[in-house]
């Protein structure tokens, strides 16, 4: 038997994952009218259950518990995890979930000058089950259930980047669903692997298996991601994945599916009590080579959300090579690496969505079109700034903090590892080149007299104010949220 506080925590835990889902069926059942309302009330209660697991978490020590909640003899189906990092990570992808509902409620509308539309139910119905399957797949202890949560997730974009059935966002949505479930492949060839040396699927058996067999579950891990995580050789999905409303773009691309790669991979390494070096030098050796192409991707891009792409392309290196860099024994950059994961959510969210904001008043999201939005609107100017800045990792937003723990952490390692040091020196160069790059243009869109678009803009609604207001705070706070949650 539970006590009392371990059984609320799994309850709480399992409620975050139900009533996403449970929200989704009545959505599917209900009128249309009721989409909107549905989801945000279940994204609500879902909010209220990860604070309400946060609260007991902590006030039980922050002392982590694994559940089993399908098993057969001896092996171990499906469970959950409850600790510090996969609270962490569930809340941000429970809490930009909300947010997300809300602005989309007053983005799919028919005063949208860039995508008019009613927003459909189904729009609102596959919005939740995202949120539920993320949130389960956080709280995963098994490569079974990662591999359940992992395909749902991977349906779901399919759903949402082809919403508005164009001939592109069809193609768009097959082409994120095919390569994510070629990347699928290495999970379930690792979750083989490991069911057929230690009969089975929990996550922290890994740490039971030789180095060689930890090398191979490993790598078809590090495969699974690179694919959700849009790295080389599997990123080609991403940028095209544009073609979704841009509220999805926001939690697909910044708070959702390209955190699943990184997230298993952390959960991996944070299970398996150390793997070979090997794993940390592919790790490490990908990410620098994904952050140069995604940098010099930057360029050619007048899309904001295509820029953006890659710019979250390249932020997910940051997290790869902080996690791999982890393995020659740097807890700094793990931690980091984790801290980055919540910091560019909610970061990269607020930059999509004041895209989303910019293109629904004026109709584009050309940045060549779009001139002195300060001026305009001083809240999109100023959310404009913010974002840019967390991204971008200056002091006091939250990527510099994160960051640098992921450098600091390299610079260590590097003492013992010379060859880490050029790859840590290139990751640093990019961020220098990251800030130059969009400080260019923000002084373009930003300040300034306003341009025919931006001048005949519509006012924005409530709730998209709101949304952006709440992101804003967080692109300051998240940072000091996940040093003080993480230790």
């Known amino acids: 038997m539970f006590s009392s506080v371990p059984e609320t925590m799994t309850n709480l835990a399992l409620l975050t994952v139900f009533f996403p889902f449970l929200g989704a069926a009545l959505i599917g059942l209900g009128p249309h009218s009721a989409g909107k309302w549905l989801c945000q009330l279940f994204a609500a209660v879902g909010l209220a259950a990860i604070v309400g697991l946060i609260v007991a978490f902590a006030g039980a020590g922050h002392v982590g518990m694994t559940v089993d909640l399908i098993t057969f003899g001896a092996t171990k189906i499906i469970g959950i995890t409850i600790d510090s990092v996969s609270v962490l990570v569930a809340f941000l992808v429970i809490a930009i979930g909300f947010l997300v509902s809300v602005y989309s409620a007053s983005y799919l509308n028919e005063g949208n000058r860039e995508h008019p539309d009613i927003g459909r139910k189904r729009y609102y119905a596959f919005l939740l089950i995202f949120i539920g399957a993320m949130s389960g797949l956080v709280f995963s202890s098994t490569l079974a259930g990662q591999l359940v949560f992992f395909e749902i997730t991977g349906g779901c974009s399919w759903a949402l980047i082809g919403y508005y059935e164009t001939p592109k966002a069809l193609h768009a949505a097959a082409k994120a669903l095919i390569i994510t479930h070629i990347a699928s492949l290495g999970l379930y060839f690792a979750a083989a692997v490991l069911f057929a040396q230690t009969g089975t699927f929990s996550v922290t058996a890994i740490a039971q298996l030789s180095p060689e067999f930890k090398t191979v579950v490993m790598l078809g891990i590090l495969f699974a991601a690179w694919g959700k995580s849009a790295q080389l050789p599997m990123h080609m999905w991403l940028p095209d994945a544009m073609e979704a409303p841009t509220p999805i773009s926001a939690y697909l691309h910044a708070g959702s599916m390209v955190k699943v790669g990184v997230y298993i991979y952390a959960r991996a390494l944070l299970s398996a009590g150390g793997v070979p070096e090997v794993i940390g030098w592919v790790g490490a050796i990908?990410?620098?080579?994904?952050?140069?192409?995604?940098?010099?991707?930057?360029?050619?891009?007048?899309?904001?959300?295509?820029?953006?792409?890659?710019?979250?392309?390249?932020?997910?290196?940051?997290?790869?090579?902080?996690?791999?860099?982890?393995?020659?024994?740097?807890?700094?950059?793990?931690?980091?690496?984790?801290?980055?994961?919540?910091?560019?959510?909610?970061?990269?969210?607020?930059?999509?969505?004041?895209?989303?904001?910019?293109?629904?008043?004026?109709?584009?999201?050309?940045?060549?079109?779009?001139?002195?939005?300060?001026?305009?609107?001083?809240?999109?100017?100023?959310?404009?700034?913010?974002?840019?800045?967390?991204?971008?990792?200056?002091?006091?937003?939250?990527?510099?903090?994160?960051?640098?723990?992921?450098?600091?952490?390299?610079?260590?390692?590097?003492?013992?590892?010379?060859?880490?040091?050029?790859?840590?020196?290139?990751?640093?160069?990019?961020?220098?080149?990251?800030?130059?790059?969009?400080?260019?243009?923000?002084?373009?869109?930003?300040?300034?007299?306003?341009?025919?678009?931006?001048?005949?803009?519509?006012?924005?609604?409530?709730?998209?104010?709101?949304?952006?207001?709440?992101?804003?705070?967080?692109?300051?706070?998240?940072?000091?949220?996940?040093?003080?949650?993480?230790?």
């Not at 891009?301 to 997290?319: E, G, H």
């Open 286 to 487: 990908m990410a620098i080579v994904t952050l140069v192409y995604g940098f010099m991707m930057y360029f050619p891009q007048a899309d904001m959300k295509r820029l953006l792409a890659y710019s979250t392309i390249t932020q997910l290196s940051y997290i790869f090579l902080g996690l791999s860099l982890s393995v020659f024994g740097s807890d700094l950059a793990f931690k980091g690496a984790v801290a980055h994961i919540f910091n560019h959510a909610f970061a990269k969210t607020l930059f999509f969505l004041v895209a989303g904001a910019l293109a629904y008043t004026t109709g584009t999201r050309m940045l060549p079109s779009l001139r002195g939005i300060l001026r305009k609107s001083p809240l999109l100017g100023v959310s404009f700034v913010v974002a840019m800045l967390a991204i971008a990792g200056v002091p006091p937003f939250s990527g510099f903090f994160s960051k640098f723990a992921i450098f600091a952490g390299g610079f260590q390692v590097s003492r013992d590892h010379l060859l880490i040091l050029p790859l840590v020196v290139i990751a640093l160069l990019e961020s220098v080149g990251c800030f130059v790059w969009l400080l260019k243009w923000t002084g373009s869109v930003v300040p300034g007299p306003s341009s025919d678009a931006v001048e005949a803009a519509s006012p924005l609604p409530a709730g998209m104010k709101f949304v952006l207001g709440a992101l804003v705070i967080m692109s300051l706070c998240s940072s000091f949220i996940a040093a003080s949650w993480l230790g």
